[in-house]
């Protein structure tokens, strides 16, 4: 089993920056694909960015596309989230996950693929 621990989440004026962290312990996630997920209060949890665990493969909601920037440390065993311009709507719970499949081909924008979740991280952003 994966554990994994979200920090960095803060208070940021809109147009600001915020990079968040996923310390993973427990195994290591060199060779899973990692997720980061976000919920916004009254809404659905959604996906936000993956990389495959080759780390040759990125996706990222059409939301923060060009915005924000996912990223791994294998030697840290860490994944990252650099965000950037952000926005109102940017404000949520975000939530970094593993891929329960060791070396998968695939790379999963849904959350039923993801069996090891952190406990989230709060990102506000005031306009």
């Known amino acids: 089993q994966v554990r994994l621990v979200e920090s960095g989440g803060d208070l940021v004026q809109a147009g600001g920056s915020l990079r968040l962290s996923c310390a993973a312990s427990?195994?290591?996630?060199?060779?899973?694909?990692m997720g980061w997920f976000r919920q916004a209060p009254g809404k659905e949890r959604e996906f936000v960015a993956a990389?495959?665990?080759?780390?040759?493969?990125?996706t990222y909601a059409d939301s923060v596309k060009g915005r924000f920037t996912i990223s791994r440390d294998n030697a840290e065993n860490t994944a990252y989230l650099q965000m950037n311009s952000l926005k109102p709507e940017d404000t949520a719970v975000y939530y970094c996950?593993?891929?329960?499949?060791?070396?998968?081909?695939?790379?999963?924008?849904?959350?039923?693929?993801?069996?090891?979740w952190g406990q989230g991280t709060q990102v506000t952003v005031s306009s």
């Open positions: 996950a593993a891929d329960q499949t060791l070396y998968s081909t695939l790379m999963y924008v849904t959350e039923e693929k993801y069996g090891n």
């Open positions: 427990g195994r290591s996630i060199s060779s899973r694909t």
């Open positions: 990389m495959h665990w080759s780390r040759r493969r990125t």
